[in-house]
Structures are given as C-alpha cells and as structure tokens.
RNA sequence: GGAUGUUUAGCUCAGCUGGGAGAGCAUCUGUUUGACGUACAGAAGGUCACAGGUUCGAGCCCUGUAGCAUCCACCA
C-alpha cells in the first residue's frame, strides 16, 4: 500500500538505476519502430549545471519519454563540450592559486591537468543527469574532444580551406588581454560604461592654428597614422593635405579626408588608428596606410609607445593624458557613456587589435545555409532570428591562442612559410604545426552528424541523421545552431535537425538574469532536496508559453508537488479500492450510467488535447489540460462520486465502477509521466497488472465513442453546487439538513438521488412532476429544484431578485444578439441555435421563478 | 538606428483556428464526507496599456501611440 504522504526522496531512490540497468535508455533495440533521435546540447566540462540546463534537458527528457510510449524508438545522445576558453581559464586559475602558470608547465603537462579536471567534473555532470532523471542513451556518450570528433573537426577544416572557405589573415581581431586570446565577434558582450571623451588640441604644421580631435582610448595615439576629416565639412575643408602634430609622440601626421566620418559627432575630426579599430583598418586599406601595432599580447604599451612602454593601457591612458595637459594641449574632458566591448569569458575589456588569424569565409556559407534549411523553428519567429543573423554574418575568427582545444590542422615550412593543411600529422621536421587550437563551436557545430559516426557513414549515421529535434535556448542560436545548420548543409547536404525547439531564460524571481556576480542563482540539487527532481521538472516545463523566459518561483515548485501529492492520494484511494485480487474487466461504454460515461467522455477529451499538445511540444498547455481534468474532473468530482457507487448494493456496477477508475488512473499516471517519471513509475508500479515499468507502456489514445446526452449529470453537478454555495451564503453549516423538492418530466436516471442525497446533505428527496413547494427555487434545463430550510421570507425574496436580474440581463443579451440580422445572417449556423436555445431557456426560467 | 517580444486579478503568468475572462500564490468565510489539512467547500477580486480600424462579434486580427524587456549594429 502506498504510503499516506508522497515523499519525493523515497519515491526517486534507485528509480534510476532500475532504469539504466534494464537498458531502457538504450536506442535501436527494436528496428521495426520509427527511429527519433535528439542529441544533447553538450554542456561545458567546467561546471555545475544550472536551472537553465535543468530546463533544457527536462524538455528533452519530456520528449524522449513521450515519444518511446508512442512507439518511437528513440535516441537521445549525451554527451560534453571541452569548452576550450572556459575550462581552460578555471584550470589556470586553479594553477595560479598553486603558484604555477601554464608556461611552466609546459603544453603537454598543463593539458593532463586539464584532462584530470574534465574527468572530475565530467562526473558531476553524471551525477546531476542522473538526478534530474534524464533517459540519455549512455552506450552512444560522446566528447567534443574524442577520437571520432577530433577527426571530424579535421576532415571540415581541410575541405574547407581546400575550397578556399577557411583562410589565414591579418585583420582586427577581438583580443582579450586576461586570456590572451582571439575571440569571435560574438564573444564580446557591449555594455554602457561610463568612461571620458578626451579632446586634444593637434597644432597644424606650419600655422599657430590647433585642430581638435577627440578621442576614449588615447594610449592608442602611438598607433595613430593620419588624422581625418569629412571633405564636405567647411569648418576642416581647407586643411586635407596639411599635417598635424600628435601629441603623444610630436610625430606627423597626415590630414586626410573621408566621407566616413561624421560631421556632427565630437569635433568632426577623427584620430585613425588601424592597428586598434577595425573601422581606422578599413581606412587604412583603403588608403594604403601604415598599420602601427603600439600594445602587447597582455594590453601593455610596446615600443611604440616610447617612454611609456610596460605600462598597462590604462597606467598610460592616464599618464599621457597627463602629459599633453601639462603640455597644454588638453581641451577639455567630457564624461561619457558608451558602449564598450567585455569578453565573454573574463569581462575584460577587449582590445581590438591587429593580428594573424584563422577565419572562415562566411558569405558563401550563410548564403547556402539560408537557401537550403529545412529547419522548423519552433516557435516559428526565432527563424526570422536566425535569418536575419545569417545575412549580416561576418566571418568567423577561429583560432584560439589557446591549448586546450582542437589544435589547427595546419603546418608552416620552416623556411618558405608555405602553409600545408592535413588530417594525418605531419612527420616532416621542415614542417611545424600551428600553435593554435580551433575555437570550442567550430566543433560544437559538428555534433549532430558527427556524434552519429560522420565522416563515416555509419549505422546509426543512416538510422538517426538527420535528427528529429534539437531543444536549446534562444540564447545560442547565433552561437550553435545557426553554425550546425550551415556546416550540416556543408558536409551533410541535409539541415541537421527537422525541428529546433527554442525556449527562454530562466531568471530569479524579479526577473533578473540568475548571475554569478547577483549571487542570485538556484541549484537545481537544493530545489531537488526540497520538493523532489519530479516538482522541479513540472515547475520548469508548465506554466510559460514558448520562447518565453520563465522565472524561478519557489511557490510554483511547492505549488507544483502539490499537484503530484494529489495525484498520488487519489492513486492511494483508487488502489485501496480495488482491493488485493483485482483483475480490471472490459467497459461496455453503453451500458453505463451516465456518471461513468460523463467521466470517459472527459477523459478521452483530455487525452486527445494532451496529445496534440504533446505533438507541438506544448508542454504547458498539454499540462494544463491534464491539471484541469485531475483537478476538477476526476478529483473533485468523479472519485466524489465513485464514493456513492463503490458502497451501494449494486455489487456488480460497483465492479464496473472500480474497472473505470482503474483505468482512468492508469492513464493519468501515463500522462503525467513524461513530466514526473520518478512518482508515475511507482504509481505504476503499485496499479496491479503492470508491466515492469511504466517505461514499456504506450500512451492513452483518444477514442470516438457514441454521442450521449450527459445533460442530467450536468444537472446533478450544477445542484450540487448550488446547493452548497446556498448553504454558504445563507450562514447554513455545510451538513445542514436541507429538504428537496425536484419538478420533472424526465425520468431520472436510477442513482440520481443517491448521488444528490449525499453531497447536498438533504434528509428529504422527493421527485414530482409538479408541486407546490414554498422552497427557494433553482431552475434547469428540465428540472426544477426547490431547496427548503428555514431561512427568512426576505432572505428569499433577496435571491429571487438576484436571479431575476440577472436571467433578464441574459435575456437582452441573447435578444440584441438575434436582433442583429447580420449576426443571424453571418455568424455560423450552431452559434445561432445555440444562442437561440439559450434564450428560449431563460425565457421558460423567468416565467417559472416569477 | 534595426529587429523581436511584452503590457490580462494584489503578485507571477496561461489564454488553441476571433464566439460570455482562467490558473497558481496571496486575501476573506467555513470545514463535514474513511484519498489527500501539501486538503476540502465557497467568496471576493479584471475598462485584458491607450487610441483608432476590420468584423454580426475582438484579450486574440490590422494601424498608430506609450511603457518595459531582450537581441543585433554602432561614433572616433
């Protein structure tokens, strides 16, 4: 027997491992199924995992589930990120806390104490998968950095420097100084800082005359080549072609002219800098200029920088500005705020600086990408996300100065330079590889092909690829899934995934980003401790729309456990009912009293909605239909009922009755197990006549059962409440022992008054076709109710009012609808009955209540 | 500057193809029924941001306005 209280912590012990050991997770047992294939989103070895991940795979897991009790055979393969910038900072950190730097350790000892930390955190991940219950296929776990990968990553490198779409060159790069490393354009984050606008007075050569120029980063002055000025502009036209000083360094420079800059913004006049801006880098190509690197790889002045070389740039932003004050030459300062480019990873500021990458070449690409994706982005409008990425994409920097990672695949000639780019290493002394590792999505953008065997065309490559469906947050679209379709369609010449699910951020209970610096995170495995893995999971997929951020609650997991403790007593009272030696019988739907079939046609409503609901990964609103029929339906209504059936006479209805309830349960635990699969295997389990685990069942299908006309269990339910609610305002105790009085003309199904006797509490039913009753007076489709008691005349004049009122507004409404000849004329042809029957009703009601 | 979302009960949010506004929590009454007090029975609470429009009919569709949020691009 179940226990009286759920209890998360009993119910999920060893749940797992059951599971697990029987091999449930395992895909492509059974082939004549239909395969469905997901691949994890490979978290980060660095960490722990967080709500957001808990979200995301719960989804999966959801799905996973649903789809196997639907006949699919299905994989969902799991698997880790090396996440080279991370991981790699968390382990030099770590080694700086020892006292020692990567340097001293050299490549190959540092990446064993990298390999160490993988394997450690690798198994928190295991441990918090395990927790969250998630039904990954383990025989299938893959590793950004494994054998299979690595020669992925290779193969794509090759082919595409071979047709030209990978290529080595010097450009402006987004250089993070803490960890010294190239980063892409989307690994920086921009951000409003407040910082100062410092305008300069530049004497011009051979006149007494200064030209203002004005500038946020003066430490890079010493990089200056030319000044410019817009050749439309009145005020500087005259002087293009003269030289002014830069005060930093006395030097020349040109004053060129360029429709670029803008006439309106600071002084009109703009220092050009094109070793630090990309935007002075465009003008230096475009005028042949010289490119003057004045920093370091750790943001510290170079020679350039004369006196002020070794200085950090913001020791000798201050100390120049200093300087050209003392010399005069400072205008003014202005206090700013712009923004301003953070890595992703440190929260440096990053320099834009000049220097010798990888890219991919992303035009051809993006444009194949955008022409060829079968992708179904759900919900739809995060395609015109993507879409709108796509095209504005600028190619992507991929080198890392980095150890940990995929080292570049390619070779310099010691002597010639010449570049050789190969899959196998090369054993040529003349040769040296490259020293730079690939970034870390260059092969997250490889894992739903090559997880599956690509390059080789493997087994579960033909059985699994293209994959089903891909479940990730809107936050990585630009950073994963739009690179996995474009390199899907490069190698594959399919779209990697038919559906991308994307859903929101979770945030804290003000709605703010959960961040490590608010200190405002949640850890999955204390919500877990709390309420159990089963209330965490139905938390996160209920109860937002999609796509949209959802925010952490801590009333909504109580809320939610709730809900499981309801459905877990209402298990306990249907399973003490069916006794030991239970065996469940076929229901003949027409033979049953209209209570029992009001309940099944509920219920095959609900699973029809829950389904389709299911179908479009709808997740809330499929919970939501569940929640309502659990509640309302079965809950407070039907096992009230059952109650009456279960102890009459009627030994045989009775086991009817249990049958019906037997599967009704079955089927809510089916439904509320992709969510709760921790709580619904042990209700299972406890069903008799169950399978070894609920894993192995299929899901409820909606049935077409005959029409019937429920209207008199409506009724019934209706009386009830009134009855009830009377009691209620009328200062009646609830077990007040009132007498009824029901007008009909029907014949009342059989166990109608037994059902009305115990929930109103009356001590007298008596059923007429007319009488005289000075009750208060409740009026239905075909009943008439009078409800006697002892309350006062005006008591009851005050409720006949009340319900005149309110039927005569019913009445107007109805007749300004039927008045309008369009609403009559247009409006479809049930609608039109329907409001015309109402009004036929509450006309007959009116007369009979007054 | 461009794009996307959002504005519904005190709070957090649902609301499917347009057909009498819903949930959870909070509030107020009252507890009795051999599943459940993590509960039950009830109650109260809404100009669905605003202004127009389409429609017989708009929370939902269209246009505009305002607030909030996020993303992208950016000015030295």
């Keep these: 027997m179940l226990d009286k209280r759920y209890d998360p912590k009993k119910v999920e012990e060893g749940k797992y491992s059951f599971w697990k050991e029987n091999d449930y997770f395992t895909a492509g047992k059974d082939k004549s199924k239909p395969p469905f294939s997901m691949v994890i989103p490979p978290p980060n070895v660095t960490g722990k995992l967080h709500l957001g991940h808990a979200w995301d795979t719960t989804v999966q897991d959801i799905t996973a589930r649903y789809k196997r009790l639907q006949g699919f055979d299905v994989l969902w393969l799991p698997g880790m990120d090396h996440a080279g910038i991370a991981t790699q900072a968390k382990v030099e950190e770590k080694l700086r806390k020892e006292g020692v730097s990567r340097y001293d350790l050299g490549r190959e000892k540092f990446l064993e104490k990298v390999w160490e930390w993988k394997d450690e955190y690798g198994r928190n991940i295991h441990e918090q998968w395990a927790k969250m219950g998630l039904s990954l296929d383990y025989t299938r776990e893959r590793f950004t950095l494994d054998e299979g990968l690595s020669r992925a990553v290779k193969v794509v490198f090759k082919s595409l420097y071979d047709k030209g779409l990978i290529y080595r060159g010097e450009r402006i790069i987004n250089y993070d100084p803490v960890l010294k490393t190239a980063l892409s354009n989307i690994e920086v984050e921009y951000k409003d800082i407040k910082g100062k606008f410092y305008y300069f007075r530049y004497p011009i050569v051979g006149?007494?005359?200064?030209?203002?120029?004005?500038?946020?980063?003066?430490?890079?002055?010493?990089?200056?080549?030319?000044?410019?000025?817009?050749?439309?502009?009145?005020?500087?036209?005259?002087?293009?072609?003269?030289?002014?000083?830069?005060?930093?360094?006395?030097?020349?420079?040109?004053?060129?002219?360029?429709?670029?800059?803008?006439?309106?913004?600071?002084?009109?006049?703009?220092?050009?800098?094109?070793?630090?801006?990309?935007?002075?880098?465009?003008?230096?190509?475009?005028?042949?200029?010289?490119?003057?690197?004045?920093?370091?790889?750790?943001?510290?002045?170079?020679?350039?920088?004369?006196?002020?070389?070794?200085?950090d740039r913001y020791e000798c932003r201050e100390a120049l500005v200093k300087k050209i004050e003392q010399d005069g030459r400072l205008e003014k300062i202005e206090e700013i705020v712009h923004p301003v480019g953070h890595s992703e990873r440190s929260h440096t500021v990053v320099e834009p600086y000049l220097s010798k990458q990888w890219f991919v070449k992303m035009s051809p690409l993006a444009k194949q990408a955008l022409e060829k994706s079968t992708v179904n982005f759900v919900p739809a409008r995060f395609k015109k996300t993507w879409v709108q990425w796509m095209k504005n994409v600028d190619d992507w920097c991929i080198s890392r100065q980095l150890w940990w990672g995929h080292r570049i695949p390619a070779y310099y000639h010691k002597d010639t330079g010449e570049i050789l780019v190969s899959i196998e290493p090369v054993n040529d002394p003349n040769y040296i590889q490259d020293e730079d590792v690939l970034d870390t999505w260059f092969s997250s953008a490889l894992w739903p092909f090559a997880t599956l065997g690509w390059p080789e065309v493997t087994e579960d490559y033909?059985?699994?690829?293209?994959?089903?469906?891909?479940?990730?947050?809107?936050?990585?679209?630009?950073?994963?899934?739009?690179?996995?379709?474009?390199?899907?369609?490069?190698?594959?010449?399919?779209?990697?995934?038919?559906?991308?699910?994307?859903?929101?951020?979770?945030?804290?209970?003000?709605?703010?980003?959960?961040?490590?610096?608010?200190?405002?995170?949640?850890?999955?495995?204390?919500?877990?401790?709390?309420?159990?893995?089963?209330?965490?999971?139905?938390?996160?997929?209920?109860?937002?729309?999609?796509?949209?951020?959802?925010?952490?609650?801590?009333?909504?997991?109580?809320?939610?456990?709730?809900?499981?403790?309801?459905?877990?007593?209402?298990?306990?009272?249907?399973?003490?009912?069916?006794?030991?030696?239970?065996?469940?019988s076929e229901i003949n739907f027409a033979s049953l009293e209209p209570v029992e079939k009001d309940i099944l046609v509920k219920l095959n409503k609900t699973i029809f909605k829950v389904s389709q609901y299911m179908d479009k990964y709808e997740y809330s609103m499929a919970s939501s239909y569940l929640y309502n029929f659990v509640y309302d339906d079965f809950c407070s209504t039907y096992l009230e009922m059952s109650k009456v059936s279960l102890q009459s006479e009627n030994k045989e209805y009775a086991q009817v009755v249990k049958s019906i309830l037997y599967y009704i349960l079955k089927d809510i635990i089916i439904m509320i197990y992709p969510y709760a699969p921790f709580i619904a295997e042990e209700l299972y389990q406890a069903t008799p006549n169950h399978l070894k685990s609920i894993m192995l069942e299929s899901y409820p299908k909606a049935h077409k059962l005959?029409?019937?006309?429920?209207?008199?269990?409506?009724?019934?339910?209706?009386?009830?409440?009134?009855?009830?609610?009377?009691?209620?305002?009328?200062?009646?105790?609830?077990?007040?022992?009132?007498?009824?009085?029901?007008?009909?003309?029907?014949?009342?199904?059989?166990?109608?008054?037994?059902?009305?006797?115990?929930?109103?509490?009356?001590?007298?039913?008596?059923?007429?076709?007319?009488?005289?009753?000075?009750?208060?007076?409740?009026?239905?489709?075909?009943?008439?109710?009078?409800?006697?008691?002892?309350?006062?005349?005006?008591?009851?004049?005050?409720?006949?009012?009340?319900?005149i009122a309110y039927l005569e507004s019913e009445i107007k409404r109805s007749e300004n609808m039927l008045n309008n000849p369009n609403f009559v004329a247009k409006a479809p042809k049930e609608k039109v009955e329907l409001e015309r029957a109402k009004l036929e009703e509450n006309k007959r009601r009116l007369i009979e209540l007054k």
């Design 207 to 311: 006149s007494d005359e200064y030209l203002i120029v004005a500038t946020t980063r003066p430490e890079t002055m010493f990089g200056d080549v030319a000044v410019f000025v817009n050749p439309k502009d009145k005020r500087y036209k005259h002087l293009i072609g003269k030289k002014v000083i830069n005060p930093a360094n006395e030097e020349p420079l040109p004053i060129m002219g360029d429709e670029y800059v803008d006439i309106s913004f600071g002084t009109g006049a703009m220092k050009c800098t094109p070793a630090h801006d990309p935007n002075d880098f465009a003008l230096s190509n475009k005028y042949g200029l010289e490119r003057i690197i004045c920093m370091d790889n750790e943001a510290k002045m170079n020679e350039v920088a004369g006196p002020y070389k070794g200085m």
């Design 462 to 584: 033909k059985r699994y690829f293209p994959t089903s469906l891909l479940s990730t947050g809107y936050d990585i679209i630009f950073f994963w899934v739009s690179r996995m379709i474009f390199d899907s369609l490069e190698f594959t010449k399919e779209s990697p995934f038919k559906d991308c699910l994307i859903h929101g951020l979770i945030r804290d209970a003000q709605g703010r980003k959960m961040s490590k610096s608010l200190g405002n995170g949640i850890d999955p495995l204390d919500v877990i401790d709390h309420y159990g893995v089963d209330a965490l999971r139905y938390f996160l997929t209920t109860g937002s729309a999609p796509g949209q951020d959802n925010r952490y609650i801590e009333e909504k997991v109580a809320a939610s456990s709730n809900y499981l403790n309801k459905i877990w007593n209402s298990a306990r009272y249907v399973l003490e009912n069916l006794g030991e030696d239970f065996k469940p």
């Design 706 to 803: 005959p029409k019937c006309d429920l209207s008199d269990v409506t009724t019934l339910y209706k009386m009830i409440q009134d009855i009830r609610n009377y009691k209620v305002t009328n200062k009646l105790a609830p077990n007040y022992k009132v007498k009824l009085v029901i007008e009909t003309k029907k014949e009342l199904f059989p166990s109608f008054k037994d059902y009305l006797a115990k929930f109103s509490f009356a001590k007298d039913i008596s059923v007429c076709e007319s009488s005289s009753s000075k009750g208060i007076k409740f009026i239905y489709q075909d009943i008439v109710m009078f409800v006697e008691d002892d309350i006062s005349d005006e008591e009851k004049e005050a409720k006949k009012a009340k319900d």
